[in-house]
């Protein structure tokens, strides 16, 4: 069974920071980009972060791009992503992902981030 776990979220005062985890299990991912998503409240889901799977190329939202920073460690089968600066407005539930013949196929359950003024 494939699993991706989120850990790392918490509760962070603005411009502290938090580093995210999404760990992998059933099967390698180290073929596959991976991303992170996030969800505040009464919002719409939203594209985050992204990262090719030889993690030469990384891709970022504009709100987050300067603060936030995607990596991978395939023989962990592990995605992270650093968040720097926060603020409150990136409060929401962060998701990662894992694509699988171009569309992200496979999903956390998530983790809360809590940014307070």
């Known amino acids: 069974q494939v699993q991706l776990v989120e850990s790392g979220g918490g509760l962070v005062q603005a411009g502290g920071s938090l580093k995210l985890s999404c760990a992998a299990s059933?099967?390698?991912?180290?073929?596959?980009?991976m991303g992170w998503f996030r969800q505040g409240p009464g919002k719409e889901r939203e594209f985050v972060a992204a990262?090719?799977?030889?993690?030469?190329?990384?891709y970022y939202a504009d709100s987050v791009k300067g603060r936030f920073t995607i990596s991978r460690d395939n023989a962990k089968n592990t995605v992270y992503l650093q968040m720097n600066s926060l603020k409150p407005e990136d409060t929401a539930v962060y998701y990662c992902?894992?694509?699988?013949?171009?569309?992200?196929?496979?999903w956390g359950q998530g983790t809360q981030v809590t940014v307070s003024s």
């Open positions: 059933g099967r390698t991912f180290s073929s596959s980009a």
């Open positions: 992902a894992a694509e699988d013949d171009g569309e992200y196929d496979y």
């Open positions: 990262i090719s799977w030889s993690g030469g190329s990384t």
